[in-house]
């Protein structure tokens, strides 16, 4: 092999393959990651067992398809709270069917052109989304928000074809392993796979197989063999390389370079020292157990009450090693006037219900699933409430929301935007970079969090207009920004926001408007001195106030539409 062609923006760039020296390397730190990776495996198995059993297949080697599974859950409390958990999740952070993300202007663009590039952004982002919206984003989003539950999440994004452009694979964490770069991120992937021989050339079809492995394909094609997908971050050619090792002669398949990697892992909390992330699901996990040991008790000691145990007259001969106690089961007495009697029960039922329900209630707390204020039949929660509730879990989240943003929201539609530019369904100059091109996040969570400015504001307005009079906002703020400053705080579109110009004409329209309007009425007409009314009594307050500004875009008396 002879140069490696980087797939990505800049045409002709070409770095040299990896050696033999380094696959072996790659195999080396392959191993040492998943001995690492290893060390999750009960706790995880566990979570996923107790939490999402569905998917627990995904963490026990020795599941067989079509297995009963969630044999461990007596109490369903975990998987209605995790599930909960994850829709929320998703309904706040990326929400179906919306554009949660948007491309802005970024520093280096010239003043002058600002809102000319801000118009053509939002119209490649817009045909950005009607791409993610077609695809299988939102189930994939939906299995990575319970995989974050428990601690750690990973999707693949892929270019596909003309009928769908974009596909997403959500990874189970034992199917990956991962390695973390100098800065705590995760940076490199090794994917393991286990797959006849025949499929190699299905999933590679430029691998480059020796003679052993052809012939092996030709006589066994049904043979299984391991081999290891590896994508790792280049530092010298600032590339991701990917390389396919087939582990039995541990010779390299099939290699290739782009830009970006395919591959976004995200994690909730990371402890310090720590790879893989820490889910709701992990701090759950002790409440969770108790919960179920205790309702799995519960049960036994029920089957008793109802069936009961007795004592009746025996032979006179009592071996405990022979009894079984169990409901309905008859313990011999030498009492002969004794007949048969049931035991009385020791349980208390009442302290275990309470007991139960303050497990019950801490699984929901840590997962966010405290009980909410029920809608009224037949009405619909307003923007305001859904707001609110956004407000709410974004208090609860904490710093886990600039974590998933940072790992999960940016590197999805940064990823999907490269594979749309590959396709030349996106121009190739959308650099997202922070300095020709930034992101700002526009769902939900951003919405709740910006409404702090908007609030902030609408305090400095209402305050100063009542103190120094609505004539001095005008004075001391830039009352023809306040309208734009809050629209973008929301992320509308550009397209929807007047420019500068277009709002210093409007405003001149409509002063002028009003003073045709005074013009036309006699001043000295039904009144006294300029200070009084008609009967001497003080003139009234300027109608409309700090309301009347908001909505007027700061000119007195609002604005014509």
């Not at 020795?62 to 709270?81: I, L, Y």
């Not at 090792?245 to 990371?270: C, G, H, M, P």
């Not at 974590?403 to 940016?410: A, Q």
């Amino acid at each position: 092999m002879g140069v490696i062609k980087v797939i990505g923006l800049d045409a002709g760039r070409k770095i040299p393959p990896a050696t033999q020296s380094d696959v072996d390397q790659l195999i080396r730190r392959y191993h040492a990651a998943k001995a690492k990776t290893a060390e999750w495996h009960a706790i995880v198995r566990e979570c996923y067992d107790f939490c999402i059993p569905n998917r627990s297949a995904s963490v026990d080697s020795s599941a067989r398809p079509g297995q009963e599974v969630g044999q461990r859950v007596v109490d369903g409390t975990a998987v209605e709270s995790i599930y909960g958990f994850a829709n929320e999740l998703q309904s706040a952070l990326l929400p179906s069917d919306t554009e949660w993300i948007r491309m802005r202007p970024g520093a280096a663009t010239d003043p002058k052109e600002l809102s000319d590039v801000a118009h053509s952004l939002d119209y490649w982002n817009t045909i950005a989304f009607e791409d993610i919206n077609d695809s299988n984003f939102s189930s994939s989003a939906h299995e990575a928000m319970l995989d974050i539950g428990v601690g750690t999440a990973a999707i693949r994004v892929i270019g596909g074809d003309a009928r769908q452009r974009l596909i997403y694979e959500t990874i189970p964490l034992p199917d990956i392993v991962v390695e973390a770069g100098p800065y705590g991120t995760i940076e490199n992937v090794y994917r393991p796979y286990n797959i006849p021989v025949k499929m190699i050339t299905r999933r590679w079809p430029f691998a480059e197989l020796d003679a052993d492995v052809k012939r092996l394909i030709e006589d066994q094609p049904e043979t299984p063999v391991d081999l290891i997908e590896v994508c790792v971050f280049h530092p010298v050619y600032q590339t991701y390389r990917t390389v396919v090792i087939l582990l039995k002669n541990k010779k390299a398949i099939f290699q290739t370079a782009a830009d970006e990697s395919e591959y976004v892992v995200s994690r909730w909390a990371v402890a310090p020292g720590e790879v893989l992330g820490r889910g709701v699901a992990m701090s759950a996990l002790p409440f969770i157990r108790t919960l179920n040991r205790a309702m799995r008790l519960t049960i036994a000691i029920s089957e008793l009450s109802i069936a009961g145990m007795y004592t009746g007259v025996g032979d006179g001969v009592f071996n405990p090693h022979n009894v079984e106690f169990k409901p309905g089961a008859i313990f011999p007495v030498e009492d002969a006037d004794a007949g048969l009697k049931p035991i009385a029960q020791s349980h208390d039922f009442q302290i275990t219900q309470e007991l139960m329900s303050e497990w019950r209630g801490r699984i929901k707390a840590i997962m966010f699933q405290e009980e909410a204020a029920p809608i009224e039949r037949g009405s619909q929660p307003s923007a305001t409430a859904a707001i609110l509730r956004s407000e709410k879990l974004q208090a609860k989240i904490g710093g886990s929301f600039p974590r998933l943003f940072r790992e999960l929201v940016n590197p999805i539609f940064k990823k999907s935007v490269f594979q749309l530019q590959l396709q030349g369904r996106l121009p190739k100059d959308l650099r997202i970079n922070g300095h020709d091109v930034r992101t700002q996040y526009t769902g939900p969570l951003a919405q709740a969090s910006r409404m702090d400015g908007v609030k902030a504001v609408q305090s400095t307005l209402e305050v100063v207009g009542g103190l120094l009079g609505p004539e001095m906002i005008h004075a001391h703020f830039k009352t023809e920004e306040i309208g734009r400053f809050i629209a973008h705080g929301f992320g509308m579109p550009e397209s929807l926001i007047r420019d500068e110009a277009d709002v210093k004409e409007t405003m001149a329209k409509a002063v002028s408007a009003q003073t045709g309007q005074t013009a036309t009425v006699d001043p000295t007409e039904g009144a006294g001195p300029m200070d009084e009314g008609a009967e001497g009594e003080p003139l009234p307050e300027m109608p409309g106030g700090v309301e009347a500004l908001l909505a007027g875009g700061g000119a007195p008396g609002g604005l014509p539409n």
